[in-house]
């Protein structure tokens, strides 16, 4: 079992920034994929941005250059640094980690939220 704790949401006037983080506990591996996704009222929850266990990072169009996703895997955590945020940014974000087997089965774990609101 896997459990997933984000930290790091508030409110923040636009062009500001702020740094989420994402713990995990559990039996989580240097290799699990981990990610960030979003959902706003009235939409469908989206990705943001996603690393894999070797580092390599993908991100959504409307976040690129604004946003870096990176992560600790000594401390089993998963950070989102977000920089020029707008108001369409906010949202309630949701860390994800995708753990795959040795036997190929996936599983799939989610945090329970944390609220990003980017206002004047």
């Known amino acids: 079992q896997v459990q997933l704790v984000e930290s790091g949401g508030d409110l923040v006037q636009p062009g500001g920034s702020l740094r989420l983080s994402c713990a995990a506990s559990?039996?989580?591996?240097?290799?699990?994929?981990m990610g960030w996704y979003r959902q706003a009222p009235g939409k469908q929850r989206e990705l943001v941005a996603g690393v894999t266990g070797g580092g390599v990072t993908n991100y959504a169009d409307s976040v690129k250059g604004r946003f870096t996703i990176s992560r600790d895997n000594t401390k089993n955590t998963v950070y989102l640094q977000m920089n020029s945020l707008k108001p369409e940014d906010t949202a309630v974000y949701y860390c994800?980690?995708?753990?795959?087997?040795?036997?190929?089965?996936?599983?799939?774990?989610w945090g329970q939220g944390t609220q990003v609101t980017v206002s004047s």
């Open positions: 994800y980690a995708r753990l795959t087997t040795a036997t190929a089965q996936i599983y799939n774990y």
């Open positions: 559990g039996s989580i591996f240097s290799g699990t994929y």
